[in-house]
């Protein structure tokens, strides 16, 4: 999941920053935890005196502790002088560990709100937006500090249910020793520091040729029915190297870190029953069966598990064909939203009938933001709209905008997101 918060990142970016803004970043600084985080202000006469913070994706076990610079900026263009040039102030940290971190990223941004207010004054907002890994974060972390967080949009996270995001990679990854036994070698739920050390290479170098060999083709067909696993029907092959590439890096180089940070091993498939292969009582004869550490299972359904229960606005978006993240997650959380009388109210789900994880296009993160900040009862208007918009992108925007009654305009030289003055 190194790359999935790519094109988010990409659409925020692409927002022209107003003429004559400019961002300065501090030096980086380290938090307590050993999290690094960044501040980016914009100049003081153009600082609302709101902080957004930027939650990350996830970053595969066993790289650096470091703020991921590929997921701030694509080529030139930099979400904090973005968020800066719209005259907000910006934050964003590494969290104090790579791989599974949702606990972890959370305590640090709720630390780093603390040290952003020590440095440039008490923000009078603050919001939190987070993608993939960072989306469940923010769910979470506005779920439960409505006293800290304004709103928060979150984006392609595992929002509805934490198991079912293990299952979702466990199952790809039994079900795949059936199909194609023996070509990732050794327990394919204890995988070797040597097998996690040469994946990327073993993977394009073994795997893959093995997998899409044309032989095969039945197989993988087969394979990816059984494991749920998405792709874009007018694009097939290409669009499953991508879902098969991710399921089974996640598989091999992450689970040992997850199993470790869980406490316990956490999937589970004895009762599982699969379907959708050439003869599926075979195939579930045939499946490693193992069962998940308690402690393990106990720890996702309470410290990571979202309640939907919300006293302030989150808005959330999801691809339908998500490869690492299923949209199951997204209608999980709306019924549980639904169920605590915040679904419309504090919580909009928008859906992307698109493939690829956090795919999303300018338009829909920006409509994204600005209904965040309208469900706060912040936004004065959109303005600028057509200066960075095509005209597909603009009528979908303007769409979105209608259904909620977004305040906006056409007209400007350059995009502004106008706000009520915060007392």
Same mark, same amino acid.
């Given at each position: ?8 990142? =990409? ?49 595969? +076990? ?10 701030l ?19 964003? *940290? ?11 990223g ?14 440039? @004054?008490?923000p ?24 800290? !967080?304004?709103?928060?949009? +979150?984006?392609?996270g595992?929002i ?8 979702? !990679? ?7 020793? #059936? =199909? ?8 394919? =739920? ?8 040469a ?28 494991a ?6 007018? *694009? ?25 940070? /869980?406490?316990? =091993? ?9 379907? @959708? ?6 195939? *579930?004869?045939? #499946? ?19 309640t939907?229960?919300l006293?302030?606005? /989150? ?9 690492? #993240? ?11 939203? &639904?169920?605590?009388?915040? &679904? ?34 912040l936004?004065?208007?959109?303005? @600028?709209? +057509?200066?960075? /918009?095509?005209?597909?992108? &603009? ?7 209608t ?18 003055? #915060?007392?």
């Open positions: 999941m190194v790359r999935m918060c790519a094109a988010i990142l =990409f659409a925020l970016c692409l927002m022209p920053v107003p003429a004559g803004a400019q961002s300065t970043c501090d030096p980086d600084g380290v938090q307590a935890s050993g999290s690094v985080y960044r501040i980016c202000m914009p100049p003081p006469d153009q600082y609302n005196d709101i902080l957004v913070i930027w939650a990350h994706g996830f970053q595969d +076990a066993g790289t650096p502790v470091q703020i991921p610079e590929d997921q900026c694509i080529g030139s263009f930099c979400i904090p002088d973005v968020v800066n040039g719209l005259g907000f102030g910006f934050a964003t *940290n590494s969290y104090s560990k790579t791989g599974l971190a949702v606990l972890q959370k305590d640090d941004i709720l630390d780093l709100v603390d040290i952003y207010a020590a440095a440039k @004054g008490a009078k907002k603050v919001y939190l937006v987070g993608a993939s890994e960072g989306g469940i974060i923010t769910a979470l972390a506005v779920e439960q500090h409505p006293d800290v !967080f304004s709103a928060g949009l +979150a984006a392609c595992p509805g249910s934490f198991p079912l995001q293990i299952d979702y !990679f466990g199952d790809a990854r039994a079900t795949f020793q #059936v =199909f194609f036994p023996g070509v990732i070698p050794g327990d394919p =739920f204890h995988p070797s520091d040597a097998l996690i050390a994946w990327s290479s073993y993977y394009d170098q073994v795997v893959a040729p093995i997998v899409f060999a044309p032989v095969n083709r039945a197989r993988l067909d087969q394979w990816v029915t059984v749920h696993l998405p792709f874009d029907a007018t *694009n097939y092959l290409d669009t499953v190297k991508v879902s098969v590439k991710d399921v089974l890096r996640y598989g091999v180089v992450d689970l040992n870190d997850g199993a470790q940070t /869980l406490g316990g =091993f956490p999937f589970d498939n004895i009762g599982r029953v699969y379907s @959708g292969s050439s003869n599926d009582a075979l195939l *579930n004869l045939l #499946v490693q069966r193992v069962a998940a550490d308690p402690v393990a299972v106990e720890a996702m359904n309470t410290s990571y598990r979202t939907g229960v006293t302030r606005p /989150l808005i959330t978006l999801h691809t339908t064909r998500d490869q690492q #993240v299923p949209y199951i997650h997204e209608k999980l959380y709306a019924l549980k939203t &639904l169920a605590s009388g915040a &679904l419309i109210t504090r919580h909009l789900p928008i859906k992307i009938e698109v493939f690829g994880h956090c795919n999303f296009t300018p338009d829909e993160v920006l409509a994204s933001f600005a209904i965040m900040l309208f469900y706060d009862g936004l004065q208007e959109i303005t @600028g709209t +057509a200066s960075f /918009l095509t005209e597909p992108q &603009l009528a979908a925007f303007e769409g979105r905008a259904a909620v009654g977004l305040p906006y305009r056409r007209e400007g030289a350059r995009l502004e997101v106008k706000i009520k003055a #915060v007392p």
